[in-house]
DNA sequence: CGGATCGAC
DNA sequence: CTATGTCGATCCG
């Protein structure tokens, strides 16, 4: 019954391009090699650490994904770099690739400054926590991780069968979002950009995506997957943890025909368009595992769970019902499928079930705990499912050989560390265990040393709260002031609404601002109290959107992005409490308001009778979210071992979130509007003309970005002064905040701000108690590091 | 706390 | 020409 794990094997070396792609090019750049095990890390030794410039390795194709084997990596990171040779994205990103060196040689140099003693007492030290870590390992709960196939395209392929044999991808000419497995083959996958793509695979068809659908369907298997497990966890639209240990043990109970599954009649209509010759062998292999799986062996196999291990696909697959036309035929009508009792076949049902209701397919993994389920996954991933069973031995098997970059939470640049330090597999992470607790944070190298030892969460638990919101856009380059205020000004308006709608507040705003070079810069300001009004954010924004500008003069901020995002977010105790108090105290600011006056404000702020503050707390008890289910009350005294392993996920990335998936890989604007505004800088003008007096040596020339006039000033700070005054007529950004004591022992240092000068904080009547403000004062020195390139 | 980075989907 | 959006976690100063 041991023997292997495996099953589901899944076609090792396609070949279905033949027919299909006319031009020569357009053949899939793949290379042969059929190796497709669990994966293996090349053997330690070698490092490639240092790797040959002009080789920005951040830009190449990430393989590590499924249907992407045995590509001809080589030819097509010739065509990405060609693609993007020159580009400011391209620029950017061997910028950052040079980081990341330079991080690494400041880790080897920690390294081989390790002296063998301490290497030996860590060693002491890491192997009492192995020891620790090994005492607390449980094999007693089988988790299962499921993942649609290609989930978008999917979908919208379901709509356009036609689609099935042609290289698809979801998005647009700018992003993609993901891409069929017909299209992996030419090396297009998701967080590609669809130009880039095209190059790759000229024939490739981008469909824009529809998020409507995608939730529904979401929901639809959700339904079929709460009946497995009822606390099971999404992790977004398309993947979740389910712990099957309760669900096996009271299959065992059913009765078969509480495990017996019609399947539909009717299923793709299409089935096979015109080019249908495709593969006989290809096919045929298909059939032929699924008959072996499907109906008679099973069903009469009772309940038998090792006959259930055969491996195999479930169903030809909706990508292959072309060929299933034999067995239809003979059946026609409601084959009905009985399946076993055995975690395997309880997953497999599912998976048919899923696929009987919506025609997609998706994936699994079995195994003791989340780690290993999420890798498992993708191991047979198309239409596929994989166990890795339950005992230390299997465990560690499967660990063995097993890259690094496998891992969730491992990604390229880990990756690309570790292998500098000597390790590509999770042997050679267990092996270099007390070199890696020198040279790592603890809560890393905790991380590694779990991975090392196939441990992972055997816990799948609901989401914990939210813990921000934000919102960002991309545009063309702008930099004229009034179009960014503008759209600072809206991006407020948009979070203030998801804001209000989940009833959330938050005590830190932060502006991300991404520069037309890709250079980001995040600007953040907190308060003692939480905020959650459009004109509290705005207002913070605002002020940290201004700063920026004003820091980069005399050049103006181009941009080519711009987000606000609410952090810190209240408890909704702290929503109640704060709620109360905040209630006496705009009262008491509102009387004082009348006296005081404020301006009229030439915005068109959506004049809320009520105090600014509050005004989004409502959060109607419906909610469209099924975000019910207790939240582990008690919790404190660890029933886990280690520190804390939390949620589901390993240590690191416990996504969670739905809404995750729903990027904006761009929907409907048939083509990025992008605008005017050709971002270009104007440079402060060197040309030193010196006519007036004012000898200074400082009188210089700046280009007003507002007003568009250039004249000399005796100093940067005049030309500030007057770019602000130019900039909002009336500002006068004082608003009066509101007074809100709350318990806040720091006393909250109001820095001066708005429009006056800057420096001495005398004037400004900003007090309010809002602006934390820890005791640091940054100064923006104006780097006037890029200039904008070509014309 | 603030900011940068990484990782995932 | 043209390189996403949303969220969580970690690390460092
Ligand atoms: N980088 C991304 N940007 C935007 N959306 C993404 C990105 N990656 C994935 N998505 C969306 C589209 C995917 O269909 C969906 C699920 O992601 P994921 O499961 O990783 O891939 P996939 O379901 O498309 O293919 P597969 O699971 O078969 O490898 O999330
Ligand atoms: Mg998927
Ligand atoms: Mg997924
Ligand atoms: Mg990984």
């Known amino acids: 019954m041991d023997s292997e794990d495996e099953e589901d094997s899944y076609p090792e070396d396609e070949k279905w391009t033949d027919a299909l792609e006319p031009g020569p090019d357009d053949v899939p750049a793949q290379v042969n090699d059929g190796s497709s095990v669990p994966g293996q890390a090349g053997t330690s030794g070698s490092h490639q650490g240092g790797q040959a410039k002009g ?77 620790e870590l090994e005492r607390t390992r449980d094999l007693s709960r089988t988790i299962v991780h499921i993942d649609m196939d290609m989930f978008y395209a999917a979908v919208e392929m379901l709509e356009k069968p036609e689609l099935r044999e042609k290289p698809m991808a979801v998005g647009g000419t700018h992003m993609l979002s993901t891409s069929n497995y017909v299209a992996r083959r030419f090396g297009v996958r998701a967080g590609m950009p669809g130009f880039i793509a095209l190059k790759l ?11 409507d659908k995608y939730r529904k369907y979401s929901k639809q298997v959700r339904e079929i997957l709460e009946e497995y497990d009822l606390n099971f966890c999404p992790m977004s639209l398309d993947e979740a943890y389910l712990d099957f240990t309760d669900h096996v043990v009271k299959r065992s109970t059913m009765s078969e025909k509480e495990r017996t599954y019609m399947e539909s009649v009717m299923n793709q209509p299409e089935g096979s368009v015109e080019k ?10 298909k059939s032929g595992d699924v008959t072996a799986l499907l109906s008679t062996e099973t069903a009469h196999s009772g309940e038998s769970h090792d006959v259930d291990l055969q491996g195999g696909k479930l169903l030809g697959s909706i990508s292959e019902a072309g060929e299933m036309g034999g067995q239809e035929d003979g059946v026609s009508g409601g084959k009905t499928h009985l399946f076993g009792i055995s975690a395997e076949e309880a997953v497999r049902e599912m998976r048919f079930r899923i696929q009987q209701k919506t025609n997609l397919t998706a994936s699994a993994g079995i195994a003791p705990n989340c780690m290993l389920a999420k890798i498992a996954s993708d191991m047979n991933k198309p239409n596929g499912q994989y166990v890795i069973k339950s005992t230390r031995e299997e465990v ?20 690309k560390i570790l292998s500098a330090v000597g390790v590509k597999s999770c042997t050679e992470l267990y092996e270099n265990r007390a070199m890696l607790y020198k040279l790592f944070a603890p809560i890393s190298f905790n991380h590694f040393l779990k991975i090392s030892l196939g441990l992972g969460s055997t816990y799948v638990g609901r989401d914990g ?47 991300k601002l991404k520069t037309v070079t890709f250079e980001v810069r995040n600007r953040s300001q907190s308060f003692q109290n939480g905020i959650c009004s459009f004109k509290d954010m705005h207002t913070a ?43 006496l105290i705009s009262f008491f600011k509102k009387t004082q308001l009348k006296s005081t006056k404020s301006p009229p404000k030439t915005d068109n702020e959506t004049n809320k009778t009520t105090v600014e503050d509050e005004s989004c707390q409502k959060m109607e008890s419906e909610m469209n979210k099924d975000n019910h289910f207790e939240q582990k009350s008690e919790s404190l005294s660890s029933s886990n071992s280690p520190p804390k392993d939390s949620c589901k996920e390993e240590n ?102 708005s429009s006056a000068p800057m420096k001495r904080p005398s004037t400004s009547s900003s007090r309010s108690n809002k602006r934390m403000k820890t005791g640091r004062k940054r100064q923006y020195s104006t780097l006037d590091k890029f200039f904008a390139k070509n014309s």
């Open 55 to 131: 080789h920005v390795s951040r830009m190449e194709l990430n393989t590590n994904k499924a249907g992407m084997d045995g590509l001809d990596k080589e030819k097509i990171n010739k065509i990405i770099m060609e693609a993007s040779l020159g580009s400011r994205y391209y620029e950017n990103e061997q910028k950052k690739d040079q980081q990341v060196n330079e991080r690494i040689k400041k880790i080897l140099a920690a390294k081989s400054k390790l002296m063998n003693n301490e290497v030996a007492a860590a060693q002491v030290k890491v192997d009492k926590m192995v020891k």
């Open 201 to 211: 695979c000229p024939n490739l068809v981008m469909v824009r995506p529809n998020f």
């Open 276 to 285: 249908n010759e495709k593969k006989e062998e290809e096919g045929s292999e």
């Open 396 to 415: 560690m098997k499967f660990i063995s050989n097993l890259p690094v970059r496998k891992v969730s939470g491992i990604g390229k640049v880990m990756e």
């Open 465 to 511: 709260e939210r813990k921000s919101v934000s919102t960002e856009r991309t545009f063309g380059g702008k930099s004229r002031p009034e179009d960014l205020f503008r759209i600072c000004e809206e991006l407020c308006e948009s979070l203030a609404q998801d804001v209000e709608k989940n009833g959330l507040k938050g005590r830190t705003l932060t502006l």
């Open 541 to 583: 924004a605002r002020d940290l959107l201004q700063t920026e500008i004003r820091a980069c003069r005399p050049h103006p901020l181009a941009l080519r992005l711009m987000g606000v995002r609410l952090s810190s977010l209240l408890s909704e105790e702290e929503i109640q409490q704060q709620q109360k108090q905040g209630s």
């Open 652 to 753: 690191t990335n416990p996504l969670s979130r739905e809404q995750i998936d729903e990027g904006s890989v761009e929907e409907d604007p048939s083509e990025g509007f992008t605008c005017e505004s050709e971002a270009e800088v104007p440079r402060p003008s060197d040309n030193v003309d010196e006519t007036e007096a004012e000898s200074l040596s400082e009188n210089q020339r700046y280009l007003c970005p507002v007003c568009n006039v250039e004249k000399p000033y005796n100093s940067l700070e005049e030309f500030n002064q007057h770019v602000d005054i130019c900039l909002n007529k009336g500002e006068i950004s004082t608003i009066l905040h509101k007074q809100a004591k709350a318990g806040g022992q720091t006393s909250n240092v109001s820095q001066a701000r």
